[in-house]
């Protein structure tokens, strides 16, 4: 969970409200609590998959195109990086924070 609150107050910090997730299925993280802690900072986030897992591209919200400010992932950078420009990095314990300039 600090991991987690962490990562939120970065975001907000920030200021980022655009917020792509990029998570290892085989790692069982939870996106959800994520905007549980978001919703209190009283900002209008959305959160979008950046790297899906395939039954989620089948999902309505699917959107290839979203480019978020941020990613949450517990990849590492490398992967996010072959298919975003990284502008920063902040390493936690079990998650990383990626600060994105654009898509490849």
Not at 62 to 69: A, H, I, L, N
Not at 79 to 96: A, G, N, P, Q, R
Request: with cysteine; proline share 7%; aromatic share 14%.
């Amino acid at each position: 969970m600090i991991d987690h609150l962490s990562i939120t107050n970065e975001i907000d910090k920030l200021g980022c409200t655009k917020i792509g997730m990029a998570l290892d299925p085989i790692n069982d993280r939870w996106e959800y609590p994520f905007w549980a802690i978001l919703r209190n900072f009283n900002r209008n986030y959305r959160i979008e998959w950046v790297i899906y897992p395939e039954y989620l591209q089948k999902s309505s919200n699917y959107d290839p195109d979203f480019v978020p400010e941020v990613i949450i992932t517990d990849f590492p950078p490398d992967v996010i990086s072959e298919k975003f420009d990284i502008e920063h990095v902040w390493k936690y314990e079990h998650l990383v924070l990626v600060k994105v300039k654009g898509r490849k």
